[in-house]
């Protein structure tokens, strides 16, 4: 089998060759993404693989059909940038649902505790030998009530994670699930209340309709001051210059974003050499505290590994059986 892959990667290269070898199933990879414009590059092959900043509307999907493509494989979790409601029932849309929950929560935690104890600050000090303390007071996390807005793989590990370091979790998921609360230190709440009694929220549930903009003027309004926002499931939970302007008015106590609403035509790309045209995103990273990772959550050996091996798992389900347990939509 034949599959183009779109926005690829030089890490993703290694995993999906051995696994796609093992399965006699040959990659073409393309660095750019699938688009209106790209589409035309799928042809003569059976499948695409993509990955979030891909746009699969509903003319690329037409598109792909018309080519004659069987199967679209994302590389990822999420599929908000599939138009589910017009590709179901025409193409077969897999994913990867689960690949490694810990390298996301762990992203998170890791970016939470570099920014309360400063040390984004204090690595560039030091490389300048200079061990000033001055401005570096973090706070303990031990005793602190964070606020968890979806309770799947990914929240329940940084739940916890966040046992771990003694905290209060209150948490909120339209779809409560059992075995999450947990005494005194876990309980679902309502957003509200969330919102009103957390130092710090986190959020990992996908983004819909619902959840569009979930952090935004009147969220961060109800939130106690010096909240601090960590974001590594989709920007555009995020109200980027609702949270800039919480930032500026100090109600927001730092932020830690690993994915922006605006992110598809910047992030895992090299833009050192360009004037950044987003004003937002340029005046948060200005900020000194807010810190900015591109996408990267993901982005551990295990990740990768598991990425591949499903992907090749689901295109050969489909191709064989003509189904996949991985499926987006059903036929
Ligand atoms: P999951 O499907 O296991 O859990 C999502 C949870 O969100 C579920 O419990 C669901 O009931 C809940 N939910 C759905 N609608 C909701 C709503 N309106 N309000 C509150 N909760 C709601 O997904 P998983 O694996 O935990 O991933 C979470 C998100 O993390 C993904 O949707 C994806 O956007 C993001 N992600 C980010 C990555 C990165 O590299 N930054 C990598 C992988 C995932």
Request: with cysteine; charged share 25%; aromatic share 8%.
């Given at each position: 089998?034949?599959?183009?892959?779109?926005?690829?990667?030089?890490?993703?290269?290694?995993?999906?060759?051995?696994?796609?070898?093992?399965?006699?199933?040959?990659?073409?990879?393309?660095?750019?993404?699938?688009?209106?414009?790209?589409?035309d590059l799928a042809k003569g092959y059976d499948g695409v693989c993509v990955f979030v900043n891909d746009t699969v509307n509903k003319t690329v999907i037409d598109r792909l059909i018309e080519l004659d493509i069987k199967i679209l494989a994302l590389r990822c979790a999420g599929f908000n940038n599939v138009d589910t409601k017009h590709a179901c029932g025409k193409i077969h849309v897999v994913r990867v649902p689960a690949y490694s929950p810990y390298a996301v929560a762990e992203h998170t935690i890791a970016l939470l505790?570099?920014?309360?104890?400063?040390?984004?600050?204090?690595?560039?000090?030091?490389?300048?030998?200079?061990?000033?303390?001055?401005?570096?007071?973090?706070?303990?996390?031990?005793?602190?009530?964070?606020?968890?807005?979806?309770?799947?793989?990914?929240?329940?590990?940084?739940?916890?994670?966040?046992?771990?370091?003694?905290?209060?979790?209150?948490?909120?998921?339209?779809?409560?699930?059992?075995?999450?609360?947990?005494?005194?230190?876990?309980?679902?709440?309502?957003?509200?209340?969330?919102?009103?009694?957390?130092?710090?929220?986190?959020?990992?549930?996908?983004?819909?309709?619902?959840?569009?903009?979930?952090?935004?003027?009147?969220?961060?309004?109800?939130?106690?001051?010096?909240?601090?926002?960590?974001?590594?499931?989709?920007?555009?939970?995020?109200?980027?210059?609702?949270?800039?302007?919480?930032?500026?008015?100090?109600?927001?106590?730092?932020?830690?974003?690993?994915?922006?609403?605006?992110?598809?035509?910047?992030?895992?790309?090299?833009?050192?050499?360009?004037?950044?045209?987003?004003?937002?995103?340029?005046?948060?990273?200005?900020?000194?505290?807010?810190?900015?990772?591109?996408?990267?959550?993901?982005?551990?050996?295990?990740?990768?590994?598991?990425?591949?091996?499903?992907?090749?798992?689901?295109?050969?389900?489909?191709?064989?059986?003509?189904?996949?347990?991985?499926?987006?939509?059903?036929?």
């Amino acid at each position: 089998m034949k599959i183009a892959f779109f926005d690829a990667k030089p890490y993703d290269k290694a995993s999906f060759d051995k696994y796609g070898a093992e399965k006699g199933i040959k990659f073409k990879y393309y660095e750019t993404k699938l688009n209106e414009d790209t589409v035309d590059l799928a042809k003569g092959y059976d499948g695409v693989c993509v990955f979030v900043n891909d746009t699969v509307n509903k003319t690329v999907i037409d598109r792909l059909i018309e080519l004659d493509i069987k199967i679209l494989a994302l590389r990822c979790a999420g599929f908000n940038n599939v138009d589910t409601k017009h590709a179901c029932g025409k193409i077969h849309v897999v994913r990867v649902p689960a690949y490694s929950p810990y390298a996301v929560a762990e992203h998170t935690i890791a970016l939470l505790l570099t920014s309360i104890r400063r040390i984004h600050k204090a690595y560039i000090r030091s490389r300048d030998f200079n061990f000033s303390l001055s401005n570096l007071t973090g706070f303990d996390l031990h005793g602190k009530t964070v606020g968890v807005i979806g309770t799947g793989r990914i929240g329940r590990v940084f739940i916890d994670i966040c046992k771990g370091f003694g905290m209060k979790v209150l948490a909120y998921d339209k779809f409560p699930a059992q075995g999450v609360e947990d005494g005194d230190k876990v309980k679902y709440a309502s957003l509200e209340e969330l919102f009103s009694e957390s130092d710090i929220i986190s959020l990992h549930c996908p983004l819909t309709e619902d959840t569009y903009h979930i952090i935004d003027e009147n969220a961060l309004e109800k939130c106690k001051k010096g909240v601090v926002i960590l974001n590594t499931s989709r920007g555009a939970l995020v109200d980027a210059e609702a949270l800039l302007a919480g930032i500026k008015s100090r109600k927001v106590g730092a932020a830690c974003l690993d994915v922006y609403e605006e992110e598809s035509d910047l992030f895992f790309e090299d833009n050192s050499g360009h004037i950044l045209e987003d004003d937002v995103l340029a005046r948060l990273i200005s900020m000194p505290n807010v810190i900015v990772t591109s996408h990267q959550a993901f982005l551990t050996e295990e990740a990768l590994e598991n990425i591949a091996e499903t992907t090749v798992r689901n295109i050969i389900d489909i191709a064989e059986k003509g189904e996949s347990e991985n499926e987006v939509c059903f036929h």
